[in-house]
């Protein structure tokens, strides 16, 4: 069974840093495609960033060059390094990936981004 569990959110100013961390279990690591998206109140979800099975990375335009995703294999997790964080930015911060044709989500991590 396919388990994400996102974790390091909380309540930080304007201009500070957070790190999320998604711990996977129940798949192949390695070969896993994760993506971390956000859903502020009353708006849609939306993607953050990507990282596929070979490290390549991709960012939504609004995070490019504040945000960091990697990969660590040997830990089976994925990490969010968030700088220079704008109120904006608050919402709860999901991971997902697709594992054998389904899609996985993990529980969401708050993150607050006071002015």
């Known amino acids: 069974q396919v388990q994400l569990v996102e974790s390091g959110g909380g309540l930080v100013q304007a201009g500070g840093s957070l790190r999320l961390s998604c711990a996977a279990s129940?798949?192949?690591?390695?070969?896993?495609?994760i993506t971390w998206y956000r859903q502020a109140p009353g708006k849609e979800r939306e993607l953050v960033a990507s990282?596929?099975?070979?490290?390549?990375?991709n960012y939504a335009d609004s995070v490019k060059g504040r945000f960091t995703v990697s990969r660590d294999n040997a830990k089976n997790t994925v990490s969010l390094q968030m700088n220079s964080l704008k109120p904006e930015d608050t919402g709860v911060y999901y991971c997902?990936?697709?594992?054998?044709?389904?899609?996985?989500w993990g529980q969401g991590t708050q993150v607050t981004v006071s002015s």
């Open positions: 997902k990936t697709r594992w054998n044709g389904n899609e996985h």
């Open positions: 129940g798949l192949v690591f390695r070969l896993a495609d």
């Open positions: 990282v596929i099975s070979g490290g390549n990375s």
